[in-house]
């Protein structure tokens, strides 16, 4: 087994057409280069190494040199060329080489002579089947067995300590001879399980004289009572024939499976998406007046980085957009105005444009999106009439918006022709919506004025702690709302912190993390840690005072053996203690609270010990879980009724109050008021319909319980009472 990473989302139980994604297990060991420990189940140290030469070669990954240290363990050293990210160059090696395969199991088997697909849980039920019916032979062979060995060895103990075989000595023929053993065997023939065969009588006569001479009654009935108690748990077995198979596979693993332990991983993690791992080997080039793209036009504008699994989105001045995947050189149509990469499913990248309808001669303002298109397709973003002509455009990657400044022709009857146009006023609606009207009157030019912030609402996150990714499909803890400059702040349980922007390239390593959030610099970390020195427990708490992004940064003691027990960046940060104090091996559970401990210090401080006495564990308080009611609060909350202590009364009052009655009549009356009471304690199960207890019966009911009160009770027992009716005891 060579270990590493496997997803089974995809194994459908092995049968035809599910896979099995395995993967390498890849460290980050410092921003320049990376470390594979474990290699995929089916690669080599040698196959793993080429495929990613070969992808270097290709351009698709940029290495610098690859180091084979393998020894007794697995190891190899990956060295990134300048300025590649650590957490991309992993998605890429798992993208472009042999990092991560595909296995297809496709399970054929053999059934009735015909070959057949099966799932492996119908393979593992037919085997098992199989099996069972295979040990219930065998112990009903082990069965016949032992009642053999016992009724031969019950006959030979009846032959010799009954002294049979004397009878047989004046007997003249052999015939006569078996005919007296036969005689002799009679009065116990009723207790053996079967009838006494001619060959059990040829087969006692066999029995030496040195045998009969040396014969131990003793050792007899011992091994009698062995064979009888095995036996017995044979019956046992085959009476309880599941049992004993899993009590079988069992001692199979026991003395099969040691050092034969499962090496890879089972987890769940993303396909890599090769267009957004992908090095920029290329440069995109345009030819804006000849409407040519791509990267062999060295000679023309330079645009941007790209990779060769691109798209371009081309708009042209005549209201058309068209995309296309990126080549050496591409026509995309004449006079370009704007090229760049495009990204399927992108719906924060807005379009800001202004065109002139060649129809109706006006101006309309329109912002767009395009998530989706098909490939070589052109659109029209302009009404799709002759002459129409693109006036302004911009291509806004987080929704941006700007002011522009409008200028109409000077033959214009306008009596303003130059005006300012807000996009922020705008909608964002589909690249077929027409726009809004801006002017009637011919437009000369369209300038930018002033820059706006998006108009977009904050990208909203969540982190699938399997895969370590952020995500906005929902999948995993929600993290927060992001936009603009918004940061993440990730703490490792090594003591690590590292703030990193919100790209969902980004990767945290699951088992090593503890904790991501949106970060905020105004937010207090308090953290327990263990000294790997001193092995006591500490406390500290802090503000993130650093500024780098993408570097860890320890706050916890360095020593062999540090770890961080707990953080967190709560308001309310309580962790609950078990504590040995003094010499007694008694264990007591505290609750502290870490702001009672230290104040807030800076990140490098070291931080007080958490408790003097002995700390043996430490879990975060649960959070109560939510009753429908605020802390404190009781079924009061829908009607305040004061009492005459300044206490409220609950259903403990009223069970209290209920075992004090002292009359019939009141034990009567009592469980129907309350029971009044408890429907109005839970307004959760019906949380439209307005209280049960009117304000006027609360009343009442509180002075139920109020140590002066005197009422006189004087209404007959036979008076049925409704909600709303005041009922006067006397206690």
């Known amino acids: 087994q060579t270990g590493g990473i496997a997803d089974f989302s995809e194994y459908d139980q092995g049968y035809r057409g599910g896979k099995i994604k395995v993967r390498a297990k890849i460290e980050i060991v410092d921003k320049k280069s990376l470390v594979i420990k474990e290699i995929p189940y089916g690669t080599t140290t040698s196959s793993l190494m080429d495929s990613i030469v070969k992808a270097s070669e290709k351009g698709k990954i940029k290495v610098k040199q690859v180091v084979d240290n393998t020894a007794k363990d697995v190891e190899i050293m990956i060295y990134l060329q300048p300025g590649i990210s650590p957490e991309i160059a992993i998605d890429a090696l798992y993208a472009f080489t042999d990092c991560e395969v595909s296995i297809s199991p496709n399970a054929c ?111 007899a009935n011992e091994m009698l009572r062995d064979l009888e108690k095995e036996l017995k748990e044979v019956l046992h077995n085959l009476k309880h024939l599941t049992d004993y198979a899993i009590s079988y596979y069992q001692n199979l693993l026991d003395k099969f499976g040691k050092g034969r332990e499962r090496k890879t991983e089972i987890r769940s993690f993303q396909s890599v998406t090769a267009t957004e791992v992908i090095a920029n080997n290329q440069k995109l080039y345009v030819n804006r007046e000849d409407g040519f793209i791509g990267w062999g036009l060295k000679k023309d504008t330079f645009i941007c980085d790209c990779s060769e699994l691109d798209d371009v989105i081309v708009i042209r001045r005549d209201g058309k957009a068209l995309v296309s995947r990126i080549s050496e050189k591409v026509f995309m149509g004449k006079d370009i105005l704007h090229v760049g990469i495009w990204k399927k499913g992108d719906e924060r990248m807005v379009y800001n444009m202004i065109y002139s309808d060649g129809k ?118 929600h993290v927060g709302k992001f936009d603009g400059d918004d940061q993440i702040l990730a703490i490792t349980k090594s003591g690590n912190y590292k703030i990193t922007s919100y790209d969902l390239n980004n990767r945290y390593e699951p088992e090593k993390t503890i904790l991501v959030e949106k970060f905020n610099p105004k937010k207090v970390i308090s ?62 559970t505290e609750v502290v609270n870490l702001e009672d401990i230290i104040d807030v210090k800076g990140w490098k401080a070291l931080g007080n010990r958490l408790s003097q006495h002995k700390v043996v564990k430490v879990k975060p308080v649960e959070d109560p879980e939510d009753s429908g009611l605020e802390e404190g609060d009781d079924e009061n909350e829908l009607v305040e009724s004061p009492s005459p202590k300044g206490k409220t009364t609950g259903s403990k009052d009223a069970e209290s109050s209920k075992k004090k009655s002292e009359t019939d009549r009141e034990e009567a009356s009592q469980p129907s008021l309350f029971g009044e009471t408890k429907r109005a304690e839970s307004p959760k199960s019906s949380p439209k319909k307005p209280p049960l207890v009117p ?19 004087s209404k007959p027992e036979s008076k049925a009472f409704t909600v709303g009716d005041s009922i006067e005891l006397d206690l």
């Open 109 to 219: 088997v053999i059934v009735a002579d015909k070959p057949q697909f099966m799932k492996v849980n119908e393979i593992l039920k037919y085997n098992t089947d199989q099996t069972v019916k295979l040990l219930k032979k065998e112990l009903e062979i082990r069965k016949g067995e032992l009642m053999e060995k016992i009724l031969f060895s019950s006959l030979e103990k009846i032959f010799i300590e009954n002294r049979i075989y004397r009878q047989i000595e004046e007997c003249e023929t052999f015939e006569e001879v078996i005919s007296t053993t036969d005689k002799g065997l009679k009065p116990y023939k009723k207790q053996f399980y079967r009838e006494i065969t001619r060959d059990d009588i040829l087969r006692l006569l066999e029995i030496r004289i040195k045998r009969i001479s040396k014969y131990d009654s003793f050792k």
């Open 360 to 477: 109706s001669g006006k101006s309309f303002a329109k912002r767009f999106a395009m998530p989706a298109i098909i490939r070589d397709k052109e659109y029209n973003l302009d009404q799709g009439n002759p002459n129409s002509r693109v006036q302004y455009l911009s291509a806004n990657p987080n929704g941006e918006a700007e002011v522009v400044e409008v200028k109409l022709s000077q033959s214009s009857t306008a009596r303003k022709k130059v005006f300012d146009f807000d996009f922020s006023e705008l909608e964002i609606k589909g690249r077929g919506a027409r726009g809004n009207t801006i002017t009637k009157y011919p437009v000369r030019k369209v300038d930018f004025k002033e820059a706006k912030g998006t108009t977009l609402s904050g990208l909203d996150l969540w982190f699938d702690e399997a895969s370590g990714r952020l995500n906005k499909d929902k999948r995993g803890k």
């Open 527 to 588: 953290a327990v840690y263990i000294d790997g020195e001193s092995k006591q427990y500490y406390v500290k708490r802090f503000q993130i005072e650093t500024t780098t992004n993408d570097k860890e940064f320890g706050f916890i003691s360095e020593g062999i053996g540090s770890r961080l027990e707990y953080v967190t960046t709560s308001d309310t940060a309580e962790v609950e203690v078990e504590l040995v104090k003094g010499k007694g091996k008694d264990k007591e």
């Open 695 to 713: 304000k006027k019966q609360a009343v009442a009911q509180a002075s139920l319980f109020g140590e002066k009160e005197s009422v006189n009770s």
